[in-house]
């Protein structure tokens, strides 16, 4: 890789090496069930702010059964139990539940795309070390998706980008560019997200921060760039192939 690494890239790595995903300041979070109608968002948020609290991340879905689950993640919180009160008096509401946070169970999460035999042993060196990371007191979770296809590839790795506690990408396979080399400069660009490309034939890898042979490896360094714990730092590396 020869152009400068993106400041918010920087920016954005600094901050995840340099906190734990387990960081209590995360807060708390709420989740509410509801029958769904016009305007029930508005109201929970909008009730969620008259106790001043700091929506942190929002997630909403649909179940089989019609009812909507919402997910509310808060942060410097100190009237859980009565915004909680309050929110079932909400029209619609049926339950609130006191959650974790997803950065307290799942943490930072290493996402792996690309071809299916490849993936599975990125996904195995990652999983191995994250294994000694999170006994060490880290939180970090490891998604893969095995997709084949230059523009199914691409719109993966821009969809990586949209997220929640995504930290670092590794791109498994034996020919990528094109699209996906014009994806991985966006995701870098205007998300800060890193990415680790596996060796292979297209210009995929002039556009990641770091090129690695063994999968296996790969996975493993995935990890170990964005561990709280390690010393591992991506940028001091970043162009370098192994």
Known sequence: MTEKIPEILKNRYQYIKQHSAYDQSEGTALEVVAKDRIG?????TGEVSRFKGDISYLQSWIT???????LVQMANIKEEDRIAESLKKIDGV?????????????????????????????????????????????????????????????????????????????????????DITRAVLELRHSYGIPVISLTMAGSVTKAADLVV???????VMAVMAISHIGKFDLLKLSGKTF
């Open 40 to 44: 029930l968002i508005a109201d929970i």
């Open 64 to 70: 089989f059964d019609g009812l909507v689950h919402l």
């Open 94 to 178: 049926l339950k609130v539940t006191m959650r974790e946070t997803y950065s307290r169970t799942f943490g930072k999460r290493v996402i792996v795309v690309g071809g299916g035999a490849q993936v599975a042993q990125v996904a195995a060196g990652a999983i191995a070390e994250a294994d000694r990371h999170n006994i060490r007191g880290e939180t970090i979770s490891v998604d893969t998706i095995a997709v084949v296809g230059e523009e199914e590839i691409a719109s993966a790795v821009r969809a990586v980008g949209r997220l929640h506690r995504a930290a670092i990408l590794v791109l498994a396979g034996a020919l990528m560019g094109g």
């Open 213 to 219: 042979s063994d999968p296996v490896e790969a996975g």
